[in-house]
C-alpha cells in the first residue's frame, strides 16, 4: 500500500500576547489505509477523526506549540492511543495551553518518523517558535512546514519567542536546500513548492539586516 498524504481544515482562534485572532489551520495525515501519522492538531477532534478514518494512528506531530496547533492535541491522543511529539524548545508554549498535560515524546532534529513505509524526516526550523520543526517525506516529494514557510514568505515573527532573522535562516539552511519539485504543505493557506519560494530569499533576508 503507498503511502498518501490526506488534508482537512479546521477553523478556530489562535491566541498569544494577549491577543486573539480567528484562523483557519491545515491538518496533514500521511499514511496507507493501514496507519497514518496526523500533522498538527488544532481545533476540531472530529474534524480530524474523520480524516484518519479507521487507520492506526502512529504518532501526532506537533510542528510548534502555539494553541491554533496543540489545542486539541491531548484530546486527540486519548481518542487514537498516540504520543504527542513536540520539540522540547516549544515546551514553554505548549504549558500555556496545557498546563497540566505534558506531551508524550519529544522530537529532534535529524530523527526519522517511519509510517507505511514512507519516512518523515524532522527538520529543526526555529524562528516562528523556538521548538519549530518542519516534517521532509523525500520519498512522496514533500515537506510540511507548519508555520516556518508560507505561499509567498516566512510565518509571522512579531510575537514571543519569536525571531525573523532566526526563521530566514532556517529556510535558507534547511527548507531551500530541498529539491525545487518539492512540495509544501504548510499551517495555513495553500500549499506552494520549494522552487516557487527559493528567489525571494534575497528579498527576505533584505528584511532582515
Known sequence: MTARVDH????????????????DNNVWVVGDDAECVVVDAPHDVAAILRAVGD???????ATHAHDDHVRVAPELSRAT???VLLHPADRVLWDLVHPDLPPGGE???GQTLPVAGTT?????TP???PGACSFHAPTLGVV???DTLFAGGPGATGRSYSDFG???ESIRGRLLTLPPETVVHTGHGDSTTIGAEAPHLPRWLARGH
Open 127 to 129: 524562528g516562528h517558535s
Open 120 to 124: 518523515l524526516h524532522v527538520l529543526h
Open 81 to 83: 492511543g498516540a504520543p
Open 166 to 168: 532566526t526563521i530566514v
Open 55 to 61: 487507520r492506526r494512528v502512529v504518532a501526532i506531530l
Open 107 to 109: 522530537l529532534a532534529d
Open 8 to 23: 482537512a481544515v479546521t477553523s478556530g482562534t489562535f491566541s498569544l500576547d494577549g491577543q486573539t485572532f480567528d484562523v
Open 144 to 146: 510540511f512546514t507548519g
